[in-house]
């Protein structure tokens, strides 16, 4: 059979994802390292890593929001918009990672920040770049997981936060008297509804579009900087159609 030229699920099978995964699994048993997979979007790449992990394998492993929300149907209804690598896969794939998303078996809730413009994103799908932006709506992908009971606040805190510090040997974040500011509030009794014109990276469109998801990030504060204050963005620059917003003030 030859695949389809708009059918990523056969362009790049769950097969090719499997065997790639234990074949790193493999070298990380060989080597005694340790090994972090990125964007883990199919069942059995997942049953692998878990396999691997009761054996002794020292692996942490990340699933991207759009993974869990969206499958394969949205990509044959647009293929080009939601191309995206790897591909997103059926309804039994996004199931099972979010099963191992509650049971503790993924470490980290990845984005995969791609800020193609839409104008790209248009183009016929051998034309199209890969990837979905996806920063800006993680957080409400995360609080939106939580309202439906599928993790806890803390889980989403780990998830987002301290394993991946851990994973990558950052300095644990802390509040402290003294400490530089680095937190993050949201009203998880509200709502936040995605619309493109809200989108502050050069994308300029949000494949979550119309999505209303439980929760809203009121204030970030990063190292010190005000960088979202009362739902508003406050950086330095805006969207590639080159408005500006004010720059990031200090808490």
């Not at 939580?146 to 301290?162: P, R």
Request: aromatic letters at 6%; glycine letters at 8%.
């Amino acid at each position: 059979m030859q695949p389809s030229s708009t059918d990523n699920n056969l362009l790049r099978p769950p097969e090719a994802e499997i065997k790639a995964v234990e074949q790193a699994i493999g070298l990380t048993a060989a080597t005694g390292c340790s090994t972090h997979f990125f964007h883990i979007s199919t069942e059995g790449a997942m049953q692998s890593i878990i396999g691997a992990r009761r054996n002794g394998i020292d692996l942490t492993c990340g699933v991207c929001p759009h993974h869990l929300f969206f499958l394969n149907t949205d990509a044959q209804r647009d293929p080009a918009l939601f191309k995206v690598y790897p591909p997103l896969r059926p309804n039994e794939d996004a199931e099972y990672l979010l099963d191992a998303l509650r049971n503790g078996e993924v470490d980290v809730l990845q984005s995969d920040h791609a800020p193609h413009l839409l104008s790209e994103k248009r183009k016929s799908f051998a034309e199209a770049p890969a990837g979905l932006p996806g920063v800006q709506e993680l957080l409400s992908a995360g609080l939106e997981l939580v309202a439906q009971k599928l993790i806890s606040l803390k889980t989403l805190e780990k998830l987002l936060c301290h394993n991946r510090r851990r994973i990558h040997g950052i300095k644990k974040a802390e509040i402290s008297l003294g400490s530089t500011a680095t937190f993050t509030l949201v009203d998880p009794d509200s709502e936040t509804v995605f619309r493109s014109e809200n989108v502050v990276s050069r994308a300029g469109w949000s494949a979550y579009e119309g999505v209303r998801f439980s929760g809203t990030v009121k204030h970030v504060i990063y190292e010190g900087m005000v960088v979202v204050q009362d739902g508003r963005y406050m950086l330095a620059s805006g969207r590639a159609d080159g408005r500006r917003k004010r720059g990031p003030q200090r808490a």
